[in-house]
């Protein structure tokens, strides 16, 4: 019998897991490891109870304050998509692909180099920084704010354009103001593209970016606005566009055309906007981002994120009261939900269920093996369901158990823990886990074979929650 064959019997053995006991010293340590990181690395939950929870929270909010490895920022540094302007990404990419007329095995081979490069580069930068930055707060909210504002890199120039609007639109904001977060995430060149508002014009209307920007970016859906108020807000961003040659040459990343503006006025949410051009957009996005029902939406959404599948209505409450006190200033608002008795309320430890990009990050930290080959990171990510930059729809990929616990995904999450297995010590793991694996699952991984040891742990129940 291959050696791996009796993992998932023995993975049955460790159910369930349940925390009774209260947070206290370095169950606190590993719980705000699994939310406002990607889970701990060797040394992690000692440091974090050492220092004390609070002041590692308080530090992950201020990430420009923690100094990156020299070795992250030098792999960062050699990765020419995440160091050149979005236009000049752009430039290669239509370069090559205006070659889709000639036949030739060399322009061909060629194309397959450049298309290639500009998606392992940015899905290199992505893992890179996830499993090996000390920031991680900031890594787990460039996960969640790209992908409530996602753009799918399989649709035209969005594959040239995903490593920009990550690093342009969404990294420097998602501690930030969310008004400078979806007014960056509005005129970037890939969400323009993406959801069609380049093409919009006064005879020619798309409602596909102000319908998404209202249901998916902001207020929600069924939140009391009706379809004339989606096509009156179409109408007021019509004109804003990206110039495809400016944007290769001068790096124009966002123009208003005046001449595609509908120049009408319009009624929308019950008001009579004037015609003003370019503002019209700009005073949408002012309302929106700090209309209430944006502020309990994106409340419900993190709070669904860092703290349960279904949140306590309580918490979703006083976040959103935070948000509009603050004037939608989300480092203010996780404050409110990192100082919350729901969030350190020990039925949460535990009580998510990893996403496959949660899952794998994870389990390189907690192997001690670092990010060290992203295209193979990239293959079990798509075989699990989950490419990265490959979500086709707007809406992002879900964070709940219901989207991603099933059989085929625990089978394949196994098959990973096996593999993984095979070269990390089960001393580390255990050591990089601690009270995150129960009683039961260090048991049964102790009384089984040395080499399925680390597997064990890996494909444990226990560490797929977090």
């Not at 799918?152 to 008004?179: C, H, M, N, Q």
């Not at 100082?339 to 430890?349: G, K, Y």
């Not at 625990?410 to 096996?418: D, V």
């Amino acid at each position: 019998m291959r050696p791996f064959r009796c993992l998932p019997l023995l993975l049955l053995a460790c159910l369930p897991l349940l925390h009774a006991a209260p947070l206290t010293g370095e169950q606190a340590a590993a719980h705000v490891l699994n939310r406002l990181a990607f889970g701990p690395r060797p040394g992690d939950i000692q440091r974090v109870a050492e220092m004390g929870v609070q002041r590692y929270v308080d530090e992950q909010l201020q990430p420009a304050s923690i100094p990156l490895p020299e070795e992250l920022s030098r792999r960062l540094h050699a990765l020419q998509t995440l160091q050149e302007p979005a236009g000049a990404t752009l430039g290669r990419f239509l370069e090559v692909r205006a070659m889709r007329r000639d036949e030739d095995e060399a322009f061909k081979a060629k194309r397959r180099e450049v298309f290639g490069q500009i998606a392992n580069e940015a899905a290199e930068a992505r893992l890179l920084r996830a499993v090996e930055s000390p920031r991680q707060l900031e890594e787990v909210l460039v996960d969640f704010w790209f992908n409530h504002f996602n753009v799918f890199s399989g649709k035209g120039e969005v594959r040239a354009l995903a490593t920009s609007f990550e690093r342009d639109a969404i990294r420097p904001y998602v501690l930030g103001s969310f008004r400078d977060l979806l007014g960056a995430t509005a005129k970037h060149p890939a969400m323009l593209f993406y959801l069609d508002n380049w093409i919009s014009k006064a005879n020619g209307l798309n409602e596909n970016y102000a319908r998404e920007l209202m249901e998916l970016h902001t207020m929600g859906v069924d939140q009391g606005y009706t379809q004339k108020d989606v096509t009156e807000l179409a109408r007021m961003l019509t004109g804003w566009t990206y110039r495809p040659r400016k944007l290769v040459g001068d790096n124009e990343t966002f123009f208003f055309d005046p001449k595609r503006h509908d120049k009408e006025s319009k009624q929308w949410l019950g008001w009579t906007i004037h015609a003003k051009g370019q503002t019209e957009g700009e005073h949408a996005l002012d309302v929106l981002a700090l209309h209430p029902a944006t502020a309990r939406h994106i409340s419900h959404k993190l709070a669904q994120y860092f703290v349960a599948d279904v949140p306590p209505p309580a918490l979703v409450d006083r976040m959103a009261r935070t948000w509009l006190e603050s004037r939608g200033d989300i480092r203010t608002v996780l404050r409110t939900l990192f100082s919350s008795a729901e969030f350190m309320d020990s039925s949460v430890a535990g009580a998510k269920f990893k996403t496959p990009y949660q899952y794998v990050v994870s389990a390189a930290r907690a192997s001690g093996t670092g990010m060290t080959d992203a295209k193979r990171m990239q293959g079990v990510l798509a075989r699990l369901g989950m490419p990265l930059y490959g979500c086709q729809t707007p809406d992002g990929y879900k964070n709940t158990q219901d989207a991603w616990l099933n059989p085929d995904a625990l089978a394949m999450r196994i098959g990973l823990a096996a593999s993984l297995g095979q070269n990390a010590s089960v001393e580390t793991v255990q050591a990089a886990l601690g009270p995150s694996i129960a009683l039961r699952t260090q048991e049964v991984a102790a009384a089984s074979p040395e080499r399925l040891r680390s597997a064990l742990l890996l494909g444990s129940p226990d560490f797929m929650q977090r």
